[in-house]
């Protein structure tokens, strides 16, 4: 079946310093979402991604998408307290149904 | 506000007994879904449904069943609780169609003893 892996699982960084999340997928995507939970928290949308190549910001958070569709990267700049959560990427593909896979998360750690 | 809420935020039954979680949304979502999240495992689709009566099976559908009678209500049910049971469960929905954002509800820690 689909897969979507992310890495790494866990990132404990000094605050200030920068963040990445990778995803990838075992079949090319129609689309790629990005959602972040807090901790206690439920998952929130942050973001969607449909084109090969797409590049997307909010602020210090930059959403990649790969050019065969097949992988995304979240990086977060200069990270802050408020940024700590797990980020989850999802993705969905026409041969699984259009079902969204979430993949396992990454949850960030940010020391002050 | 949009709003996914969800009837428990914690609960626990014994191994054997039927449980239910029922999921309201305000937004007149079409599709509606349940994840259950562990460690590690991220989330994990058991059912979901793109219309009242509706229902599909998701990634992980054994041993639980669900209903959806009205637009706004989706409930999972797990007929025989077993330990393995034992997760978060989350329900969120989304505007029709496949590529919609997922509003999500608060969740439901079930603990089954």
């Known amino acids: 079946g689909q897969q979507v892996m992310q890495i790494p699982q866990y990132q404990h960084v000094q605050e200030g310093e920068d963040f990445t999340t990778y995803c990838n997928s075992s079949?090319?995507?129609?689309?790629i979402q990005w959602y972040k939970q807090r901790p206690g928290g439920h998952p929130v949308f942050l973001i969607q991604?449909?084109?090969?190549?797409e590049v997307k910001k909010q602020k210090r958070l930059t959403f990649q998408f790969g050019e065969a569709k097949k992988n995304s990267s979240l990086h977060i700049t200069a990270t802050q307290t408020t940024d700590v959560g797990t980020y989850f990427c999802?993705?969905?593909?026409?041969?699984?149904?259009?079902?969204?896979?979430f993949g396992a998360g990454t949850i960030l750690r940010v020391k002050s | 506000d949009v709003k996914v809420t969800q009837s428990s935020r914690y609960l626990v039954k014994r191994t054997g007994e039927k449980v239910f979680l029922e999921c309201v949304q305000d937004?007149?979502?079409?599709?509606m879904f349940w994840y259950r999240q562990d460690p590690g495992l991220g989330l994990r689709l058991i059912y979901f449904s793109y219309d009242v009566k509706m229902k599909e099976k998701g990634d992980i559908p054994e041993g639980y069943s669900v209903s959806r009678e009205k637009k706004e209500r989706f409930s999972l049910i797990l007929e025989s609780a077993s330990t393995n049971q034992t997760s978060m469960y989350l329900c969120?929905?989304?505007?029709?169609?496949?590529?919609?954002?997922?509003?999500f509800g608060p969740g439901t820690r079930l603990t089954v003893l």
């Open positions: 969120a929905s989304s505007k029709q169609g496949f590529h919609n954002e997922q509003f």
């Open positions: 991604l449909v084109k090969s190549g």
């Open positions: 999802a993705g969905s593909s026409m041969e699984y149904g259009n079902k969204l896979v």
């Open positions: 079949t090319t995507l129609s689309n």
């Open positions: 937004m007149d979502h079409e599709n």
